[in-house]
């Protein structure tokens, strides 16, 4: 991305900041050329309707993408272990339809809240938005940006507390009883949480659910 956030390191098909793509730039980094910083951009706009001051989004590495595949999208980056980003998703600020696109190796990484992995305790969501909105409320947290995860994933939550914070859905449900049966089999602590009356978090945060002093006497839990 633009504004002296490199995609990856030097020799990886990514340019330098403030350079044109090479010709090996895989064609996705290329649809990021001209993003830059959320404030006083659409994504600003959009963030805020949902709750989401741009600070936090500038914290996890989110960008303005004007002609991201060309159309404006908020643009979340997904980072493989080393914080390298191998992806991105974005969500289209116009009305037209797919409202997302993920381009990249999305398999390899997921969105993190932090920018990193250091956190001793975490939440995992499906969508970036949604684990935004665990950050907003102080909860440091990783979005799957879809249904699965990499395979790294959990060995790299051993040792952490984490917070299954999937929507309360069949789907969410399915996918924190497989992660949590992943979880258990090498010994991870994980509780599931659940967004109080509503299906995700940011819904619960947009209609004041989620706002309280005590992080955890707001969720709804079970093990």
């Not at 009305?95 to 956190?119: D, H, I, L, N």
């Amino acid at each position: 991305m633009s504004d002296r956030v490199p995609i990856a390191k030097a020799g990886k098909g990514v340019s330098a900041p403030g350079h044109g793509p090479s010709p090996r730039e895989p064609a996705w980094q290329q649809q990021l050329m001209g993003a830059r910083l959320v404030p006083g951009t659409a994504a600003d706009d959009y963030l805020a309707a949902r709750g989401l001051p741009a600070d936090i989004a500038h914290i996890a590495g989110a960008r303005y993408a004007p002609a991201f595949f060309g159309r404006p999208a908020v643009v979340f980056p997904l980072r493989a272990p080393d914080r390298h980003i191998v992806a991105v998703q974005g969500r289209y600020l116009d009305r037209k339809q797919p409202r997302m696109r993920t381009a990249g190796t999305k398999q390899a990484g997921v969105f993190t809240t932090t920018g990193e992995f250091a956190t001793t305790a975490l939440a995992l969501t499906e969508a970036p938005i949604d684990a935004l909105s665990l950050a907003r409320l102080g909860m440091p947290a990783i979005a799957l940006c879809g249904t699965s995860w990499p395979g790294w994933l959990p060995v790299l939550l051993f040792g952490r507390h984490v917070h299954l914070a999937f929507n309360d859905d069949d789907a969410g449900d399915s996918m924190a009883d497989e992660m949590g049966r992943v979880l258990t089999s090498i010994a991870v602590q994980w509780q599931r949480l659940r967004p109080e009356g509503c299906k995700d978090w940011n819904q619960a945060l947009l209609a004041g659910k989620a706002i309280r002093p005590n992080f955890p006497s707001l969720l709804a839990s079970e093990t």
